[in-house]
Structures are given as C-alpha cells and as structure tokens.
C-alpha cells in the first residue's frame, strides 16, 4: 500500500494532491500535444541562440499572458501570469539554473495536459498562449508558429484518403497495397516523403489541396494537411519513412482486421481491409459524396475542379 503511494505522491510531501493523482492515472501527453509542446520549444529556442535550452529573455517576448483565463476575469494581471509562468518550470522538477531545458518544459506541459480532458480545448488554448510567436516559410511569408489543427479535422481528412486508397487496391494484400501507396506519395523515389510529395499525392488520390495563402473556401486546408502530416512524422524531421507513413494511416485498420472474423482472407483474394474500410464514413454532409455518383468519376472531376469551386472547407472530396 505505501509503495503505491509513493507512486502517486510525486513531489514526496505525504500528500496525494488532485493533480498528482490526475497526472499518474492518465500518464503523459499524447503525441498531437506533445508535438505543440515540442514545436514551441523549438521555435522560441532558434529564435534565441540555439543553445537547446530557454531563458526568460527567450519566453517573455512570445507568451501572451493576456489569453489566460485568469487576466480575462481580472483576478490576475499579465505580469503575474508571466511570472508564475516561468517560476512553474523551475518548481516541478527543475534545477534552479535560470534556464528551462526541453525536457523541463515538457515536464511543465505534462502537468497542464493532465487535467485537460478534450485535446481541441488544450491545442486552442496553447495556441493562444503562444499567439506571438511567428516563423517564416520557404518563400519568406511570415506565420504563426504554432497552428492548431483541431483532430476531428484530422481524422475526416485522413478517412476520406484511407477510403480513396482502398477503392485503388482491392484484390491485394495489405502489403503490396501499402508499397504502391507508398510509392505514390514517393515521387522521387528517395525513400522519404516530404511535405511537398504529401500534398500532391493527396491530389492524386482524389483531394484537392487549398493553397497555404489562399482566402477561398475550396480545398483542403493547407493547415489541416500540414497538421496530418507532422501527426505521422514521429521523429518531427521533414519527411516520412515507410514506417511511419504504414504505422500513421494504416495501423489502426490493421489492427482492426485481426480481429475480426470477416470475408476471405489474403489467399482468397479480398482485400483484407473490407471488413473495416468498406463501410461508408460518418460524415457532415458537407463532406458526403452524393449516393449517385460514381466514386472513380467522382474522384476525376474533383481533381479537375477549380479551388474555389469547391464550396464550403468540407468539399475536400
């Protein structure tokens, strides 16, 4: 019994405190929030000396204290907010040096994940908090750094794709369906996709991309797509390998059909994603194909179309 409690008594006081046991029974941040957490650090600390850790200089530019809840009640100010804000990291684990390291950072972050249930309220909020802070593209356009992309934007997007590749592939097996994937997103040849690859492919496969600048209502969103992207890009470099291309879009549907007992398997012939991937996505109608058109013309005609053709940001396909 004590040694469970030790387990959840974090800071070694004698007592259990909500958000210890909080922190212990949901474990650290998943990987979309990680990713913000991550991106920030980075961010502010190449905007700085690249020294891979931040000091307040760093950080006091760049926090917008003015979106915690607690300045827009009135029942702190900015400069209070700023200050508890940098003293947390040194107080959950630091080493009192004056600097936060990236794993101190995270640490802090893990902390205000724990009690923050829905991931949309977390990436919102963290987003505003860190408003200021820009980043430039490669043609010079100046941007917010951190972009929260909601996950059921994500997910709707990635369906729809999962879906399109699915009607290209049946007959195979699991494996060569992921290779000829693969090899369409590939355009190169290299062995990694790059972001560039990403979005045409996506174009291939029946979607039709908005442009990173574009004000018209058509398309995919070019932050959505970027947010899938770096979703699958687990190691946060800038392309994907096989592996995290098969583990993003496809584990979860694999993991599916083991287990269940459905159709023929590989010998037979059927494509072993039926079971799970047959089924029509539960969609805004915004995003439903109508149930008289012919998913191959269908596909043809999007890719054709105009941008700005394309009605509200859930015509993607």
Excluded: C
Aim: aromatic share 10%.
């Amino acid at each position: 019994m004590m040694s469970l409690f030790r387990f959840f008594d974090k800071n070694g006081n004698g007592l259990v405190s909500f958000d210890e046991f909080i922190k212990t029974v949901r474990g650290k941040m998943n990987q979309p929030r990680r990713n913000l957490v991550v991106k920030a650090f980075r961010t502010l600390d190449a905007a700085g000396d690249n020294s891979g850790s931040l000091t307040v200089e760093d950080i006091q530019p760049f926090f917008n204290a003015g979106q915690d809840p607690r300045v827009k009640e009135g029942t702190k100010t900015e400069a209070e907010v700023l200050k508890e804000f940098i003293a947390g990291f040194e107080g959950k684990g630091g080493n009192f040096d004056g600097t936060v390291t990236l794993e101190e950072w995270i640490d802090y972050y893990e902390d205000i994940s724990s009690s923050i249930d829905e991931d949309d309220l977390f990436g919102t909020m963290f987003e505003s908090s860190w408003s200021r802070l820009k980043t430039k593209d490669k043609q010079g356009n100046v941007m917010p750094a951190i972009n929260y992309v909601s996950e059921g934007d994500m997910n709707m997007l990635e369906d729809i794709l999962v879906k399109n590749i699915y009607q290209k592939s049946q007959g195979v097996n699991v494996e060569r369906a992921l290779r000829n994937a693969f090899k369409q997103f590939d355009a190169d040849g290299s062995g990694e996709v790059e972001f560039r690859e990403f979005r045409l492919a996506m174009e291939r496969f029946g979607l039709t991309m908005a442009s990173p600048d574009s004000r018209s209502k058509g398309g995919v969103p070019y932050e959505v797509l970027r947010g899938l992207f770096e979703r699958y890009n687990k190691d946060q470099s800038e392309s994907l390998s096989y592996q995290e291309f098969s583990d993003g879009l496809f584990k979860k549907e694999q993991e599916i059909t083991l287990h269940e007992d459905a159709g023929e398997n590989e010998q037979g012939g059927q494509n072993p994603w039926l079971p799970s991937l047959a089924h029509q996505v539960s969609m805004d109608p915004h995003y439903q194909r109508p149930r008289s058109a012919q998913p191959a013309v269908r596909i043809r005609s999007i890719a054709n179309r105009a941008p700005n053709s394309l009605g509200p940001p859930g015509n993607w396909a």
